[in-house]
């Protein structure tokens, strides 16, 4: 162990810091052991990129600021996040100035991959120290690296390393130290290049973080020649006793893989995670609105009359508890990503599944927060974060709030008893339990086709490539897994509560004021803003089959699409000897009889609740992680019209049939 | 620099088209945007190196070979451009 310290604020550092390497390669296992597992997480501005900035301490008691950049393999990245390292590295990213120096990590058992970007890192004239990471597995695998022969190879100062144990961590920050005081450039720039080489001159006018070559022969002879230069350097700087070159899938490996058991497998795997964060996650959640109701109740009794106990009450409690009844939900979903991810397993599921989802323009790792959102959108949004490639991580999070999450069921449950007969088909399938498959699966076809008219048409320009390196099978680490699970709950709250409680408070000022006069008929919902425009909207919603207490309830489901069987129950006040469910059930059956509700409009409600993003928390968390209103009011502008699209069709196609 | 490993022979075909267990030798990449022959590139796929295809998914795709002492997963589309000799 060292006696590695950090100090409060990286800012104030006089030094800045660039850890640059590979994905896989443990950069950030040695950014944690660095910093202290003390550090910001942020956006970079604008992207959906996430930024991880510490500050270390060195041994003479100076600091200097640590900025951890995305995992790349070469300067000329092709998705967003390895963009930010050139951009970084060019000075181009606003508040961040040039780094003083780079501190470059391989991974020692994949040296010759590794050693690329560092052939163009060496090309930049940035000052550079070399970590070769993992010295414990090289050494495991009778992998040796000869450190003192490839720092002179390369002219860089190089340390062998193991950032999980936080072997070598003690010259690593005295070699930090010398680069930093007395920084030095490596000779070796375009040492690849023979002189006489055609290229040669080209490239020496080119800068290295400049714009990439464009001509296929130019960029295949450039990496041909990177390759020869790299291999030549390996041969002399490193032994391996055994020959580990040939290929060996593990026999675990094979079975995750295998045709005939990896969909099996996978499977149950998934199905114990949807079950974790549809059942697991219930009872905290459930202990958390009965702790924010009996709180609001007791605030509402206790307290004196008025606006600010109302607002406290009905606005600024349930608020609150909005935001904090979804941590079981993402807690339990992060760890089970952060074990498949870490364990390895998630690359092996996403080459089971990439042929399925690449047909509707998705990729293989879209699955698991698709599958998170049939019970909320809020984690499954959240859990893109796997996705590698900026334009299907978009994709993603704007259709996954269609997957019929678990706060829509009360709904469905409701109308569906109040509405459907419960019939056999063929003897066998109930029809209500057939209508409430239907949803669900309107749901995932209508997610499909967005998905695909979103690829097709908004998101075709960005390259999305699936090649990618499978990180082999290991034991995950509690710890990494646990960082995880805080690190996202962390970042939900801090981001999340905000724009979660501001709707709060605004929806309970429209649903409360202005007050209903004394001795108003009806619900006092009636009077309020809430009320009023839901009845001015009737003549828009009536091509839908929905009438003005319908409009109310709607509106007032937009912070939680739950919220509608309550306010359908109060506005037709019905009363509290009943069971919410059963009277709301029986109500709308009397309704049902007397023609004032038909089953037409159930279904076209049940229809309209399928698409619309009747969801603040979705939004806030949309805002959160794609950084932009744009697709945050677009994904509300596009299910809201296609729920009204929906539901007229439903209503005015079935209508025609129904005479 | 593919021109010196690239003999024509009557056995060059797409990567895409290699099965589970052979052992290959990248001769060409071909026809490929720009932003993915970086991408291949940096990863090691150029002309000269060998690769074992280790498992190819449902209906082919993705195709996951070795290289350089890892596997690398990628979807048929993207190694149809690839070009290589059996070994």
Known sequence: ?659 | MENTTATVSKEERALSSVRVGQKAMISAIKSCPAELLHKLVSMGIVAGSEVTVTQRGFFGSPINIHLLGSVLSLRSAEAAHIQVHPL
């Open chain 1, 1 to 659: 162990m060292t006696d590695i310290t950090t100090t409060a604020d990286s800012d104030d550092c006089p030094k800045s810091i660039a850890l640059v390497g590979n994905p896989n390669c443990g950069k950030t296992t040695l950014f944690n052991g660095l910093t202290g597992s003390r550090y910001k997480v942020a956006n970079y501005p604008g992207v959906t990129v996430e930024r991880k900035e510490g500050s270390l301490t060195l041994p003479h008691g100076s600091c200097a600021k640590i900025v951890d950049l995305p995992g790349t393999y070469a300067l000329v990245g092709s998705s967003l996040d390895e963009k930010i390292v050139t951009k970084f590295l060019r000075g181009e990213i606003p508040g961040n100035s040039k780094p003083d120096l780079i501190i470059a990590v391989v991974d020692a058992t994949n040296l010759e991959r590794n050693l690329f970007l560092i052939s163009e890192l060496i090309d930049t004239e940035y000052p550079i120290v070399l970590a070769i990471n993992m010295m414990d597995a090289a050494e495991r695998a009778s992998i040796k690296v000869y450190g003192e022969l490839l720092s002179r190879a390369l002219d860089i100062p190089v340390v062998p390393i193991t950032a999980r144990t936080k072997s070598g961590f003690q010259t690593l920050l005295s070699e930090i130290t010398k680069a930093l005081e007395t920084p030095t450039i490596s000779s070796k720039r375009l040492a690849w290049i023979p002189e006489e080489h055609t290229l040669r001159r080209t490239i020496e006018t080119l800068s290295p973080l400049g714009p990439a070559a464009s001509d296929p022969n130019v960029i295949t002879t450039i990496g041909s020649l990177r390759y020869a230069w790299i291999r030549s350097i390996v041969r002399k700087t490193t032994s391996q006793s055994s020959n580990d070159d040939i290929a060996v899938v593990s026999p675990l490996d094979r079975l995750f893989t295998s045709r005939i058991w990896g969909l099996p497998i996978m499977l149950v795997i998934f199905g114990l995670i949807f079950q974790a964060i549809f059942l697991w996650a219930q009872l905290p959640m459930e202990i958390i609105s009965g702790v924010v109701d009996s709180l609001s109740a007791w605030a509402s009794s206790t307290l004196p009359p008025g606006i600010l106990t109302s607002l406290l009450a009905e606005g600024i409690i349930p608020g609150v508890g909005n935001v904090i009844v979804f941590v079981p939900q993402i807690a339990v979903l992060f760890f089970c990503i952060g074990f498949l991810e870490d364990s390895g397993y998630l690359s092996r599921a996403a080459f089971l599944l990439d042929n399925f989802m690449r047909r509707v323009g998705l990729q293989g790792r879209a699955f698991i927060p698709l599958l998170s959102s049939f019970a909320c959108a809020v984690p499954g949004i959240l859990s893109t974060r796997s996705i590698p490639t900026r334009s299907d991580r978009l994709a993603t999070i704007m259709i996954a709030p269609l997957m019929s999450c678990s706060a829509r069921l009360p709904v469905y449950a409701v109308l569906i008893a109040a509405f459907i007969p419960p019939t056999l088909v063929g003897g066998l399938i109930s029809l209500q339990g057939l209508v409430l498959l239907g949803m669900y699966l309107l749901g995932v076809v209508g997610a499909c086709g967005v998905a695909w008219a979103l690829k097709k048409c908004l998101l075709w320009k960005e390259s999305c490539f699936y090649v990618m390196e499978m990180p082999p099978l290991r034991k995950p680490i509690l710890r990494i897994i646990l960082r995880g699970v805080y690190d996202s709950v962390a970042s939900f709250l801090k981001n999340a509560t905000t724009i979660i409680l501001a709707c709060s408070v605004i929806v309970w000022f429209l649903a409360s004021y202005p007050k209903a006069e004394p001795g108003h008929q009806g619900n006092p919902v009636q009077a309020s803003y809430a009320g009023k425009l839901g009845t001015a909207i009737e003549p828009a919603i009536k091509p839908l089959g929905f009438n003005w207490e319908i409009g109310i309830a709607i509106l007032s489901s937009f912070p939680a699409r739950e919220v509608f069987v309550t306010t359908l129950s109060t506005i037709y006040n019905i009363g509290d000897d009943d069971d919410e469910h059963t009277g709301l059930v029986k109500t709308l059956q009397e309704r049902n009889q007397t023609g004032r509700f038909s089953t037409l409009t159930a279904l076209s409600l049940m229809v309209f609740y399928v698409f619309a993003c009747m969801c603040m928390s979705t939004l806030a968390v949309c805002k959160r992680e794609t950084g932009s209103w744009g697709w945050t009011l677009g994904m509300f502008g596009y299910m809201t019209a296609l729920a009204y699209i929906a539901s007229l069709a439903v209503f005015q196609v079935g209508g025609l049939f129904l005479k």
